[in-house]
């Protein structure tokens, strides 16, 4: 299936041509029969000799309701554009011509119609459309000569539509869908219909779908037709009428458009580059921008000559790369064409940034550049720059971008976050030797990250580690600074009498406070029971190898006088005991070694204690 509109001046025979082509009457309502006149959008549809079918889009001619004609030209990949011969170019073949321009249409067929009323067989008025479409798409376009009335050109008209719709890339039916509403009615027992061209995606009864309006609205296509048949899916490209559940028709109008949930940004601003028409500045600040079948009032800022920002009264769903016309809202004339550069710009609020924006804008490829994007951000989600029409469905990674966690990362920022991290580090230890690194909160509200998931990779890129819930660099943990001499005093003391925990007084005398001595205890040479007790790691398995050999159970007191310790050292080792599983505390006086503990923590050598050696530094687990 394919989808041609019509173009050209009012009342040059495009809605007696399309009605000679199908043998159906494309105006639709009895004013226009009534007076010749096509006012609003005509659809009819046809075989071609191929077996190709295709439907017609008829728009009007008549310089009042040129907004309809955008509205119907807009969605359209094909243009049949009509002369007649007997008038030839006239100032709304002008008007469709710039609009044609405009929307990048390159597909199409030139039709001089009204042979019958010359005696040259249209060659004067071809000559002249060729003239005037030079600048345009339709340059090369093939033309014909034709009459409705006698019906000459009519078989070559039809072959050269074969030859043009045969010669189109083929549609992408797995693409997001984006359907332009052009007409939104009731019908009794069915309700809300809606109708467009579908130009790429598949749509499928029970799909859930979101109409985008002036407000959002989840839908539900209970059926679905085209060219007067009920299908159960339609793929591009095709006129097609989806019956929907879950909006009223009053709720749906044209311009509004029916996409895949979640797969469209809605954007009320826009950087675009000028592709017809005068420069910029030419143009007044208050525009009507049309795309697809919307018309929305918006505001320009230029620039320069071919570059500047449009703010939409409303939001629309558009991306890199999309065809926009702009009008003059008091005359109607076409200004010219532009085409979308970014749908999500950066604020200008700088003196200054808009001269910055427009060298930017002069270096962006109209395609999309995705390196320029993640470069201006530091960071995009990949989700974005699809939705944002930067990467496609085949996924190619330029040069200078990391890929990390579902983020696109510039390089340079990733190596920036990098030296951050590490420069952040190297000063706390500066300032703090015994800090026990950078908590994953601080390191993260250090580098800004967008999402707090970059931070596992950026610290391995780094060449940095975290446990704990701290980043550290390797090797950091044992670090005491000046508490080392300190330190090793306590553990030669404890090494020599391993029950004999330093009272607090001592500890003092060697500048060992809280911070000193939790930083030992990580970096795995001091363990802390509570009351202050200190003691070395290997502690717990040296009192349990003495613990076993008591008669089961036993009293503290036992357990005091078997550790060669006090009161004050043996409650927090044997509550440390407890909560390890390896005593188990029976009443007020009694405990017990586990039976999996028992025997062999007695029956170890004196210099090895649970696997681990007494060098007093031995992990206790």
């Not at 299936?1 to 159906?24: I, Q």
């Not at 929305?296 to 926009?324: C, E, I, K, M």
Request: proline share 7%; hydrophobic share 45%; glycine share 10%.
């Amino acid at each position: 299936m394919h989808v041609v509109a019509t173009a050209g001046h009012v009342d040059h025979g495009k809605s007696t041509l399309v009605r000679a082509l199908t043998g159906m009457e494309p105006d639709r309502w009895a004013e226009e029969r009534r007076r010749g006149l096509t006012i609003d959008l005509g659809f009819a549809w046809t075989t071609l000799p191929s077996g190709q079918e295709v439907a017609f889009v008829d728009v009007p001619g008549h310089e009042r309701f040129l907004g309809n004609m955008l509205a119907g030209l807009g969605p359209a990949p094909v243009v049949c554009f009509v002369v007649a011969a007997d008038e030839g170019w006239r100032a709304q073949s002008s008007d469709h011509r710039d609009a044609v321009a405009a929307l990048g249409i390159d597909q199409g067929v030139i039709v001089i119609s009204r042979a019958d009323r010359v005696a040259d067989g249209g060659a004067a008025a071809l000559a002249q459309a060729r003239i005037e479409l030079a600048g345009t798409g339709l340059r090369d376009a093939p033309a014909v000569v034709v009459s409705a009335v006698d019906g000459r050109g009519l078989p070559a008209l039809r072959d050269l539509l074969d030859d043009v719709l045969a010669g189109l890339p083929p549609p992408d039916p797995a693409a997001r869908l984006r359907l332009w509403v052009d007409r939104s009615f009731s019908v009794t027992g069915a309700g809300t219909v809606v109708t467009g061209t579908l130009a790429a995606g598949r749509i499928t009864r029970g799909d859930h779908l979101t109409v985008l309006g002036d407000q959002t609205c989840p839908v539900t296509v209970r059926s679905l037709q085209s060219r007067g048949r009920t299908h159960e899916s339609l793929e591009p490209v095709d006129r097609v009428a989806l019956n929907l559940r879950g909006v009223a028709a009053r709720q749906v109008r044209r311009g509004d458009a029916v996409v895949t949930p979640g797969a469209w940004p809605t954007t009320g601003l826009l950087d675009v580059r000028r592709v017809t028409g005068p420069g910029l500045p030419e143009a007044p600040e208050h525009v009507t921008l049309h795309v697809g079948t919307a018309a929305v009032p918006a505001r320009l800022r230029p620039f320069d000559d071919d570059h500047g920002r449009l703010t939409l009264h409303r939001a629309l769903p558009l991306v890199v790369g999309d065809r926009l016309v702009l009008r003059h809202p008091g005359t109607r004339r076409i200004l010219g064409g532009a085409q979308v550069l970014d749908a999500d710009p950066p604020v200008l609020r700088r003196r200054g940034a808009a001269a910055r924006r427009r060298a930017v804008l002069a270096d962006l490829d109209p395609a999309g550049d995705p390196l320029a994007e993640v470069a201006r951000r530091g960071a995009v989600p990949e989700r974005q720059l699809r939705l944002l029409g930067l990467v496609g469905t085949t996924v190619d990674v330029p040069e200078g971008v990391e890929v990390v966690d579902g983020w696109w990362v510039h390089a340079p920022v990733q190596q920036a976050w990098q030296n951050r991290l590490r420069a952040a580090l190297d000063d706390l230890q500066e300032r703090d030797p015994l800090a026990d690194g950078l908590t994953r909160g601080a390191a993260g509200d250090l580098l800004a990250l967008p999402d707090p998931a970059l931070l596992d990779s950026i610290v391995r890129a780094a060449g940095l580690e975290c446990e704990g819930g701290r980043i550290r660099r390797p090797g950091r943990r044992s670090a005491l600074g000046p508490a080392e001499a300190a330190i090793a005093a306590v553990e030669q003391r404890l090494a020599a009498l391993p029950f004999a925990a330093p009272e607090a007084e001592e500890l003092a005398a060697r500048q060992l406070g809280s911070r000193e001595l939790a930083a030992a205890e990580r970096a795995g040479r001091l363990l802390r029971l509570r009351d202050g007790i200190v003691l070395l790691p290997s502690a717990p398995a040296l009192a349990m190898r003495e613990l076993a050999r008591l008669p089961q159970p036993f009293t503290t007191s036992d357990a005091r006088q078997a550790l060669g310790t006090t009161r004050r050292v043996a409650i927090p080792l044997l509550e440390h005991l407890d909560a390890r599983g390896w005593t188990r505390r029976l009443d007020a006086g009694h405990r017990e070694v586990t039976r999996g503990r028992r025997g062999s923590a007695a029956d170890r050598p004196n210099h090895q204690v649970d696997g681990r050696a007494q060098d007093g530094r031995a992990d206790d687990g």
